[in-house]
């Protein structure tokens, strides 16, 4: 089982990494409406909140399956967030 720091990194680095595509997308096309890039920024926000409160709680029954159903989010709702972004 990894440790909670390298969860935390990970979720730090891959919704960070979605956000700074978003960025590059918004600074490659100006004259676009930035909307739908701000909603997937303040989405990838509110899970990397959602997911950081998740690996802090510390009343769990089974920390390996609790720590492994967080990586599981992690994943189903960055592919979503990277399919709205190849989107824009």
């Given at each position: ?11 730090n680095y891959v919704l960070g990494d979605i956000i700074e595509e978003v960025y590059v997308w918004e600074l490659d096309n100006p004259g ?57």
């Open positions: 089982m990894a440790n909670k720091r390298d969860l935390k990194k990970d979720i676009k409406d930035n909307k739908a890039g701000e909603a997937i920024i303040d989405e990838a926000i509110s899970t990397f909140d959602s997911l950081i409160a998740r690996v802090n709680d510390r009343k769990t029954e089974n920390p390996s399956k609790h720590f492994k159903a967080i990586k599981e989010d992690l994943e189903k709702t960055a592919k979503s967030l990277v399919e709205k972004v190849n989107a824009l």
